[in-house]
């Protein structure tokens, strides 16, 4: 992942935005979205090869593959609700941002309720 590139679209967008802020400020929000979409599709694609080396890893462990998907869908659900948390905060809806990232984390502990079970039986199985 090229990393100048990131931030030079970031840069771009920045400016892009504050610039429509004093003359346009309706679609000073749609710029922070374009351009945080832009990075997030950047990210998305530079990350396919370690996603790859994270499912070599996880099956030479021998994870089952339940698990696997429940943190690699914990991992999503948190990098999108930053996104869009962020996006909200900087339109000015803070009250907004922090009920999404309280659902993020409800979604992230719903999801992780099979993995806490295991855990807790392996801790009750391991005590008797």
Do not use: A, Q, W
């Given at each position: 992942m090229n990393i100048f590139s990131i931030l030079g679209i970031a840069a771009v967008g920045t400016i892009m935005s504050i610039l429509l802020k004093q003359y346009l400020p309706e679609y000073s929000v749609l710029a922070t979205l374009a351009t945080s979409i832009i990075i997030l599709f950047w990210v998305v694609v530079n990350l396919i090869p370690v996603l790859?080396?994270?499912?070599?890893?996880?099956?030479?462990?021998?994870?089952?593959?339940?698990?696997?998907l429940i943190i690699l869908k914990s991992l999503g659900i948190a990098f999108v609700v930053q996104l869009i948390s962020d996006i909200c905060k900087d339109a000015g809806e803070t009250a907004i941002a922090s009920k999404l990232e309280l659902a993020g984390k409800i979604s992230i502990l719903i999801l992780s309720l099979p993995l806490?079970?295991?855990?807790?039986?392996?801790?009750?199985e391991m005590l008797s």
């Open positions: 790859d080396k994270l499912t070599y890893f996880i099956k030479e462990i021998k994870m089952p593959g339940e698990y696997s806490f079970e295991k855990i807790i039986s392996i801790i009750f």
